[in-house]
């Protein structure tokens, strides 16, 4: 082989491994910055259940201990995951709610920093034909320091001005009608 063959091959040869790295790269992951707390990473240890006028339901932690289930519908589950939503592939929780109940996800004395911050939204496959909005709440110690609301795809981001130190953090997901509202959300301290 010819020297300028051989360089002609090694071009190519760098230009095919430099495009198979790029796209085998994650385009872009938000899952919040290194923190005391991120929601995504500890949810496993939270308390999961969904509320109505019946009561409290609790979802149960599968046998390998990822993903809170709470009813016999596939989509009925809470657990971290990377999904679309905005346009960005983002690590949230997946907390799709069910008609007329409130899910909450509790971690008990999280180490706060002073405030607590993050973004929910509806992911971006989700339907856009006259659906109900889903709310989302945050309490710190029992009290509401952030809510809104979400109706179509897309991300929004909340921020609360709290007490540093070790926290009761509740995140609560309610809407009026459940069809494909997939919901995500994560926070961090």
Sequence with gaps: MEPTEIIRVIIALTA?????GYFS???????????LFKASEAVKTAEVYFTD????????????????RCSGESWNYVAAVNKNMGGINRGCIWSHPR????????????DLSG???????????????GPAPVNFMVYVD????SSGSARYPGAQEFKADIPAGKR?????????NDKRRHFCFNAWS
């Excluded at 006028?53 to 809170?68: E, S």
């Excluded at 008609?99 to 909450?104: G, H, I």
């Excluded at 405030?115 to 989700?126: H, N, R, T």
């Design 16 to 20: 095919v491994s430099a495009t198979i």
């Design 25 to 35: 790269l994650p385009q872009h992951l938000d899952s919040g910055p290194a923190s």
């Design 53 to 68: 006028a019946n009561g409290i339901q609790p979802c149960a932690l599968t046998a390998g201990g990822d993903i809170w």
């Design 99 to 110: 008609s007329n109940q409130t899910l909450t996800i509790k971690f008990r004395n999280a």
């Design 115 to 129: 405030e607590i911050k993050g973004v929910y939204g509806i992911l971006d496959d989700s339907d856009t034909e």
């Design 142 to 145: 029992n009290k509401m320091v």
């Design 168 to 176: 009761d953090v509740e995140f609560r997901v309610y809407t009026v």
